[in-house]
């Protein structure tokens, strides 16, 4: 079946260090991919997506490039903040279950800056 | 602020209580899912509704019962739940049937329960 591999951490940095976050994939066909991030005490917020091979997502400063040939999609961001400390989780929607089934989710990643 | 509200944010239950979770969402999402999260580990799918009908229930007890009122709405009941249920249970909706995979999942903020 899917399956999401993510680096489980905690990743603790400095505060303007440069962050990745990788993410492997195993899948049938095309699937979707996503990153979420979770801040304490909140629910699941959709970070960026790409739903083709070589898409880039970008939002907050934050990238990551949909790479069909190494089934990854890695995270990035240049500069992190203090406020970004948080649960950052990759996610697949597949075209197993016909995408009726939702979200396959990575084991989530503690990232934690520090001042 | 998120799209998908939930209701109430804490609950507190005994093992013989019966309460009930709500989710509400007004993007006009036909595809609505509950999840269970346990701290520190990814979100479980327990339910998903399309187009107001269940089309997935991953193998939940049967103290959890669902119910989809209406396209906006989407509801758990807890009934003789046990301590292990403690969790975060978590709401979400995404566009059309949720058969295009191309779309994302909305997430609520979760409601926190405990069951003493």
């Known amino acids: 079946g899917d399956s999401v591999t993510q680096m489980e951490g905690p990743v603790t940095l400095s505060e303007e260090a440069f962050l990745t976050i990788n993410c492997t994939y195993t899948?049938?066909?095309?699937?979707?991919l996503f990153w979420y991030v979770q801040y304490p005490g909140e629910g699941l917020q959709l970070l960026l997506k790409a739903t083709k091979a070589d898409d880039k997502g970008s939002n907050k400063g934050f990238e990551a490039t949909y790479r069909k040939e190494t089934t990854s999609f890695h995270l990035e961001k240049g500069s992190v903040q203090v406020s970004d400390s948080a649960v950052y989780f990759c996610?697949?929607?597949?075209?197993?279950?016909?995408?009726?089934?939702?979200?396959?989710f990575g084991k989530g990643t503690h990232l934690i800056i520090q001042p | 602020d998120t799209e998908v509200t939930q209701t109430p944010k804490h609950l507190v239950m005994g093992m013989t209580n019966k309460k009930s979770l709500k989710c509400e969402q007004h993007?006009?999402?036909?595809?609505m899912y509950w999840y269970k999260q346990k701290a520190k580990k990814p979100p479980e799918l327990m339910f998903v509704y399309s187009y107001e009908k269940l089309s997935i229930n991953e193998s939940v007890p049967s103290r959890f019962s669902p119910e989809c009122p209406n396209s906006s709405l989407l509801n758990l009941h807890l009934h003789a739940l046990q301590p292990e249920d403690s969790a975060l249970y978590l709401c979400?909706?995404?566009?059309?049937?949720?058969?295009?995979?191309?779309?994302?999942?909305?997430f609520g903020n979760g409601t926190r329960l405990t069951v003493t």
């Open positions: 899948a049938t066909g095309y699937p979707s």
């Open positions: 996610a697949l929607r597949g075209v197993r279950g016909g995408g009726a089934d939702g979200l396959t």
């Open positions: 979400a909706s995404s566009r059309g049937d949720g058969r295009s995979i191309r779309s994302p999942l909305h």
């Open positions: 993007m006009g999402h036909r595809a």
